[in-house]
């Protein structure tokens, strides 16, 4: 974990009450896919959590969907302001264990992880599928970024005004080795059953401290309590015990 003054590079909307930011931070070191940081805005007690989209020497870009307070403050920030961030935070996906032809799943803010995992996959020489799934078309983004590293894109959208009409779920391509996949909890869950290999999970759970400290984000697996923000946010398929 590092903790480090950021300074807003870029903070655009790119999607209906969805902006990219992008912030420079010279000592900033490199994140892993699935890795997370955690911002500290004016006025409020808990740092938000943002996963890592992607990643340059010197700079990192998260992507995220106004929702409350902490949100819609960040989508306020220009160029230049400034940002306490915890980074490098949690436990990201494997790359290793991709096979030849992975498979990547995401839902709505569930896509950003997956972005810096598809460069890692595809400058590993991997044939990259993807399945981005919005609930209508006004939401759809990054469908172009993935396409530009050359993966095989399938977007969906629940109402059918983009892609094809209905859920990720709908969209699975039949032959995949292995698959990595982030979303809201019921469209893991819709994965989790629709799947046909072993594959990892990132979870995107309430946070207190998003270090470690405080247990907040505990959760019961297979191979006992993990905490999502330190063991987590990733888990493996076979560890997964899902809250009734
Ligand atoms: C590891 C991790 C990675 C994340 N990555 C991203 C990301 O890349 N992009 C992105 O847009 N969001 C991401 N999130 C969710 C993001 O942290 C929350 O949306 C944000 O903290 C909400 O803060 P707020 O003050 O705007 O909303 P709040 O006022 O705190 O909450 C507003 C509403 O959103 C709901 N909410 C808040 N946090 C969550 C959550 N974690 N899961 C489900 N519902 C929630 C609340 O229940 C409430 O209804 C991530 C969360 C985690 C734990
Ligand atoms: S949020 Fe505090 S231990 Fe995970």
């Known amino acids: 974990m590092q903790q480090i003054i950021l300074t807003i590079a870029e903070n655009e909307r ?28 004016t006025g409020l007690y808990l740092r938000r959590p943002l996963s890592v989209h992607d990643c340059e020497p010197g700079s990192v870009t998260v992507i995220y969907k106004t929702v409350g307070r902490g949100t819609e403050q960040l989508s306020t920030l220009g160029k230049g302001e400034r940002l306490d961030a915890l ?28 972005y810096l995992l598809a460069r890692r996959l595809t400058e590993q020489g991997r044939e990259v599928s993807a399945v981005l799934g919005f609930n209508s078309a006004e939401e759809v983004f990054g469908e172009g970024a993935f396409r530009a590293l050359g993966c095989r894109v399938t977007v969906t959208t629940a109402d059918g005004s983009v892609g ?6 709908d969209a699975l391509p039949a032959d995949y080795s292995y698959f990595y996949t982030c979303g809201p909890e019921p469209m893991l869950k819709a994965v989790y059953r629709a799947t046909k290999t072993s594959g ?12 470690g400290a405080c247990m907040g ?28």
Not at 14 to 34: D, H, V, Y
Not at 164 to 169: A, Q
């Open 87 to 114: 980074t490098g935070l949690g436990n990201g996906y494997n790359p290793e264990k991709a096979g030849k032809r992975p498979l990547l799943i995401g839902g709505g803010v569930g896509v950003p992880p997956l």
């Open 200 to 211: 990892q999970f990132s979870f995107e759970e309430r946070m207190g401290c998003g270090f």
């Open 164 to 169: 094809k009409k209905g859920f990720v779920t």
């Open 217 to 244: 984000c505990s959760c019961k697996t297979v191979t006992g309590i993990k905490r999502i923000c330190r063991e987590g946010p990733v888990l493996e398929k076979e560890e997964i015990l899902w809250k009734a």
């Open 14 to 41: 790119i999607a209906k009450n969805t902006f990219r930011m992008r912030l420079s931070g010279e000592e900033l070191a490199e994140q892993r896919p699935g890795q997370f940081i955690n911002l500290r805005l």
